[in-house]
């Protein structure tokens, strides 16, 4: 079974990612702010880099310059994004730790597909599940191309050396849907806040978390069709 990781693993997208843009924005002196409901709409670009470019070419900044800028302030809301992680603010979803015990128990392999970068992704599961939990981790540093392209659980697939009707994706997004189904994978949904009126056409089962009796469908389908 294969985890995105933000707004599935866990929450981390309104109070996690978004208030570290912000950080880098006014460490900067720039005058953008991103509040909720700006950053669900931005969250339709995949890649804090790419969404932070986006925003900049939508101010008016032009292109090379908005490409320079969006690096300095992705590395500076890394940073940040790290150290609120090093704090123990980013928890897991509730009911997870339960379900990865159950799935560890009935010997279903587990790996790790996101876009998020590299810096905090292993510092985040290290520090929420532990270094052995996850057989393969993969990140947006790993691929040439962002969800919803299949290219990192396409990745997956060749170092997990496994046929796509073996693997089951989890994700909470179309973006992410969209580039599981396309590299062949049965997709289950777990809905957040931000993603639970997208489109998940293609999915196999979706729930709105991992609570006992929301867990239950999605283990049952997934561990009986696996
Ligand atoms: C969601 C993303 C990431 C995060 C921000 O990734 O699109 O870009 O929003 O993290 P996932 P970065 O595939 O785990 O849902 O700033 O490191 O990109
Ligand atoms: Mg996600």
Known sequence: MVFDVDGTLADTERDGHRPAFNEAFAAAGLPYRWDGDDYGALLAITGGKRR???????????????????????????????????????????????????????????????????????????????????????????????KPDPAVYQQALLQLELPAQRVVAVEDSANGVRAAVDAGLRCAVVTNDYTRDQDFSGATVVCDGFSRDSRRPLTAQLLLES
Do not use: C, M, N
């Not at 986006?54 to 292109?63: A, E, I, N, S, T």
């Not at 009911?95 to 392999?109: M, P, S, T």
């Open 52 to 146: 932070i470019e986006h925003y900049l070419r939508d101010q008016g900044v032009p292109g090379q310059q908005a490409d320079e800028l969006a690096t300095t302030l992705h590395a500076s809301k890394t940073e940040r994004f790290i150290a609120s992680v090093r704090a123990g603010s980013v928890p897991a979803r509730p009911g997870l730790a339960e379900l990865l015990d159950e799935l560890r128990a009935a010997g279903v392999r587990l790996a790790v597909a996101t876009t998020g970068t590299a810096g905090w992704v292993r510092e985040l599961l290290d520090g929420l599940f532990g270094p052995d939990v996850f057989e393969l981790v993969l990140t947006g540093d790993d691929v040439p191309a962002l």
